[in-house]
């Protein structure tokens, strides 16, 4: 009997050969802990007010499967390209909001702070999104830390296995690029 794991694994593969119906079989298989990452993203945002963990996950998993011809390299892969998605997702929308309705500009914060997305918060998700992408400059694989253990909520072993460096590299990748983004949004406040 294959693991639940094997499945999304073997659907990914399914998907990738060209199979457009796995996309539906491979769903039901994700949803939960897609569904997991989105709450964690908007965790704290007021009903009805912006987007929802439901409608962000129907939004990053349609982004992700009609993609043409992603090399997936199984399921934390496909998670770690969710995470992505959806952080894009909510940034898009930050930035829209602020010029829509704070007409741009924004005050930079702590990292931890940016943590609860609510309108009040798109500038906060803006600037943190402005020195990841100036972190990403400088250390890309220090970037993809951050967002991996940050916005996708992995865990340190499994960025390990998804980089291909060992458990210590990323501690030690996750730990200075918490540092240089504290300077970072410090530096811009």
């Known amino acids: 009997m294959q693991t639940a794991s094997g499945k999304v694994?073997?659907?990914?593969?399914?998907?990738?050969?060209?199979?457009h119906a796995?996309?539906?079989?491979?769903?039901?298989?994700?949803y939960r802990e897609l569904r997991r990452l989105a709450a964690h993203y908007i965790r704290g945002e007021k009903p009805g007010q912006t987007i929802?963990?439901?409608?962000l996950v129907h939004e990053a998993y349609l982004r992700l499967v009609g993609q043409e011809r992603i090399d997936w390299h199984g399921r934390t892969h496909f998670f770690a390209v969710a995470a992505t998605s959806m952080r894009r997702i909510l940034v898009d929308r930050a930035r829209r909001k602020m010029a829509e309705r704070h007409g741009g500009g924004g005050k930079k914060i702590p990292l931890e702070a940016t943590l609860l997305f609510s309108p009040e918060k798109s500038r906060e998700m803006v600037a943190l999104d402005d020195a990841l992408k100036r972190l990403e400059a400088v250390s890309p694989r220090q970037s993809r830390v951050v967002e991996l253990r940050f916005f996708g909520g992995l865990e340190m072993e499994d960025i390990a296995k998804l980089e291909g460096v060992s458990l210590r590299t990323v501690?030690?990748?996750?730990?200075?690029?918490r540092a240089w983004l504290h300077h970072e949004i410090a530096r811009g406040k």
């Open 9 to 19: 694994n073997a659907l990914l593969d399914d998907l990738q050969e060209g199979d």
């Open 22 to 30: 796995a996309a539906s079989r491979l769903f039901p298989l994700v």
């Open 52 to 55: 929802q963990p439901t409608e």
């Open 171 to 177: 501690k030690r990748d996750w730990s200075v690029a």
